[in-house]
């Protein structure tokens, strides 16, 4: 399940970001969360797992400035506005939240950012966002992958 600190109107569900849409097709009818605080920060977006998985990788993806008419993002598409400039991707160890290796992001551009760490165990992630140029936090896509056999990462 994915849960948002906050979320502008039932239009910008949290459950939208782990459908496996990339793009945020149909933004503003359900195609991504947009948080509900303007120009507020910090806010976040949990995916709680069913489980406690074994992850070595997770990706962000989010909003495109022409939502109306995405494209299947790659890992070097960029934003002007619309996305997600200052995050952290976490963990949670089970009592606190811990920053993935290399996932505390600023002065970010891109669209979809992927991280890559050694294997965690984990019963939920969150991305917490500290800053957007469209002054909205807005996530179109999380998605977490478990550790390959052997457990690296």
């Known amino acids: 399940t994915a849960v948002g600190s906050s979320t502008l109107t039932a239009?910008?569900?949290?459950?939208?970001?782990i459908n496996g849409d990339r793009k945020g097709l149909g933004w503003g009818s359900g195609g991504g969360w947009?948080?509900?605080?303007?120009?507020?920060?910090?806010?976040?977006?949990?995916?709680r797992f069913?489980?406690?998985p074994t992850i070595?990788?997770?990706?962000?993806?989010?909003l495109q400035d022409n939502y109306s008419a995405p494209?299947?993002?790659?890992?070097?598409?960029?934003?002007?506005?619309?996305?997600?400039?200052?995050?952290?991707?976490?963990y949670w160890?089970?009592?606190a939240w811990q920053a993935v290796p290399g996932g505390v992001v600023?002065?970010?551009?891109l669209i979809w950012r992927q991280f890559l760490f050694p294997a965690v165990t984990t019963s939920k992630i969150r991305v917490?966002?500290?800053?957007?140029?469209?002054?909205y936090s807005r996530i179109t896509e999380v998605e977490a992958y478990t550790a390959p056999p052997g457990g690296g990462g």
Not at 34 to 47: C, F, I, R, S
Not at 56 to 62: L, Q, Y
Not at 73 to 83: R, V
């Open 11 to 17: 239009n910008f569900p949290a459950s939208a970001t």
């Open 34 to 47: 947009n948080d509900g605080t303007l120009n507020a920060w910090p806010d976040w977006l949990e995916v």
């Open 50 to 52: 069913n489980g406690s």
């Open 56 to 62: 070595s990788e997770i990706h962000v993806f989010t």
């Open 71 to 90: 494209v299947e993002p790659t890992p070097t598409t960029t934003f002007n506005l619309s996305g997600l400039s200052d995050f952290t991707v976490e």
């Open 93 to 95: 160890t089970g009592t």
């Open 106 to 109: 600023t002065g970010n551009n």
């Open 128 to 135: 917490l966002v500290t800053h957007a140029p469209d002054r």
